[in-house]
Nanobody, 121 residues
Framework: QLQLVESGGGLVQAGGSLRLSCAASGRIFSINAMGWYRQAPGKQRELVATISSGGSTNYADSVKGRFTISRDNAKNLVYLQMNSLKPEDAAVYYC???????????????WGQGTQVTVSS
């Protein structure tokens, strides 16, 4: 059984910072891309940032220059450093990973349970 567990969400004032972490555990052969998505009430889930196994990153325009995604391949961890937070960044943030669980399996999408980020103005 593979699990993605996020942590680090919470309440922060506008202009503040938070660091989200996501740990992948269980049956893992290899992890390709990892990323963060978010979903605000009444809105669709949207991409925030992704990072390849080689470290290439991609960001939503709305977070460029404020958020930084990073990962620790040895520990199957992915992070999201969020600076200069705005009220519109408030959402449930989800960790995502493309994982092969065995040497013969294909990459499958896995999701964490989400962590709430609240930004007060």
């Amino acid at each position: 059984q593979l699990q993605l567990v996020e942590s680090g969400g919470g309440l922060v004032q506008a202009g503040g910072s938070l660091r989200l972490s996501c740990a992948a555990s269980g049956r893992i052969f290899s992890i390709n891309a990892m990323g963060w998505y978010r979903q605000a009430p009444g809105k669709q889930r949207e991409l925030v940032a992704t990072i390849s196994s080689g470290g290439s990153t991609n960001y939503a325009d709305s977070v460029k220059g404020r958020f930084t995604i990073s990962r620790d391949n040895a520990k199957n961890l992915v992070y999201l450093q969020m600076n200069s937070l705005k009220p519109e960044d408030a959402a449930v943030y989800y960790c995502n990973a493309l994982v092969r669980t065995t040497i013969i399996s294909k990459y499958d999408d896995y999701w964490g349970q989400g962590t709430q980020v609240t930004v007060s103005s």
